[in-house]
C-alpha cells in the first residue's frame, strides 16, 4: 500500500563543537575545525544579505 518513509538521523552532538554567532545564534561544526573562520564565514552571509535589496528592512508607516 503505503511506502514507509525514510527517517531522518540526527547528527551526533558529541561529534561536533558549537559555535555562538550572536547572543541567540548558535552553529554546530566538526570537531576539529576552526570555530572563528566559521564564524567570520557565517557574519560574512548575513552581511551581504542585508546588503541584498530583498532582505532590507522597509520603513514602517503608521
Given at each position: 500500500m503505503f511506502e514507509k518513509k525514510?527517517?531522518?538521523?540526527?547528527p551526533d552532538l558529541g561529534e561536533l563543537q558549537e559555535v555562538k554567532i550572536d547572543f541567540k545564534t548558535k552553529i554546530y561544526i566538526p570537531l576539529?575545525?576552526?570555530p572563528e573562520?566559521?564564524?567570520?564565514?557565517?557574519?560574512?552571509r548575513e552581511a551581504e544579505k542585508s546588503d541584498s535589496i530583498a532582505f532590507r528592512k522597509k520603513p514602517v508607516t503608521a
Open positions: 525514510t527517517t531522518f538521523k540526527s576539529g575545525k576552526n573562520e566559521a564564524k567570520r564565514r557565517i557574519l560574512e
